[in-house]
């Protein structure tokens, strides 16, 4: 695991770049998270897994503020997101979300939908954007299908496209929602292979079902249950040496599935 | 016979014409306002708070409700009962958008839904506010959506104009009713012509917009590559 970075410089109120604190948040009478906290740092990876439904994506909304939570705080780069009088729209700027099922603007082409955010929200030059955003493009391999429309793309260059319009915006941190749940497996690589690529580069939280990839590039891995956090720690220790008895169970599972690396 | 009646239709047809371009500008003014708080009211049934998209709801209820000649009445004789008088011309624009904007609001409606809400959290989610998010991904996605529905509503509308010759807008129906009136023996010309110029109208707005649904079309996009 990295050092927390930035402390020594002592410009910062938190001594982590994103510091989530017992974050909790109901849908009517069911609690999807009953308090969570964690921390992550400059350009660290973490990887947050655990079984359907137990509020892995809703979290990840609580964070951007999407679907604000019900109690608790974000801080990201010693502001407080949670406080109500904070502009979202800056804070948002600074948050990358690359969804599971895209969410690619369908009237723009992928070039136009790279450079949207910087023309639009950052207010860079046109010309300048298009460069920018041709840049990212260029990074997870699509310069050749820079105008191309969304629905003219497959499953994993539309990913990649929503990972670049992420990257464009200059994020400090970029929140993955199942970024491979809806590709198939050849698909999956081409994706997982641009995220490995940045990791150490930008921070990134990526909730997943890819166990391979928690265990090669994760700094740390977070297992949720029930709205919990029931451990977390490096990948060397989750996955050999777990703490906690459902920690093995649901890690051991997922080993008989796919075999052991 | 025959000759008679075309000769009288060709001695009325700068008569006739004048009907037309009445008919005309009658039609572009209400659609275009009918349009414009189509397009607002729909969005505020969408996007606004309480109690707001309720009050459209009940306003789309009612005139959708109401026949247009009911509403024209309503319009002209019966506000001119309680001292209000309006013009038959600005009196047939209101009607024609009172009604026109509560089925406008529908398509704009089914049309904001068909855009995937991901698309929202989406552009939220790169900081833009809820108005940008609106104007630079909704609406544009909206615009085209709606045009099959928006120009069968426009062709309703330009119809629809010419029972304005009910409260005497002396527009192309109107004037049809006069020659009529002083010539009955040209009737079938006379309406067959008017007839004739409303298909000729009709048809050409919905070439124009079937054009304007292609050229603006989402590339291998499925919602509006489907007939």
Redesign the interface.
Known sequence: MRQPLSDEKGEMKSLHMLEVKDIHKSYGSCEVLKGISFTVDKEETKVIIGTSGTGKSTLLKCINQIDPPDKGEVWLEGEELTNPSVDLNRIRQKIGFVFQDFNLFNHLTALQNVSIGLEKVKKVDKEKAREKAMKELRSVGLEKQARQYPAQLSGGQKQRVGIARALAMDPAIILFDEPTSALDPELIGDVLDVMKNLAGKVAMLIVTHEMGFARNVADEIIFMEGGKIIESGSPEQMFNNANKERTRQFLGKIATLYGKE | MILLGINNLLNNLPFLFEGLGITIVLTLISVALATLFGILLAMGRCYARQPLPFIIYIYEKIFRGLPLLVIFFLIYFGLSQQGIHIKAFYAAVIGLVLHSTAYQIQIFRSAIHAV?E??K?????????KL?TIY??IM??VL?FSIPGWSNEFTILLKDSSIAFSIGVVELMARGDAINSMNPDGILYVLLFIAFLYFILVFSINRGLNYLEKRYR?????ATSVR
Not at chain 2, 121 to 129: C, D, I, R
């Open positions: 995937p991901g698309q959290t989406a552009a939220m989610s790169l900081g833009m506010s940008k630079y991904i544009p996605q085209r989402i590339s291998g996009y499925a």
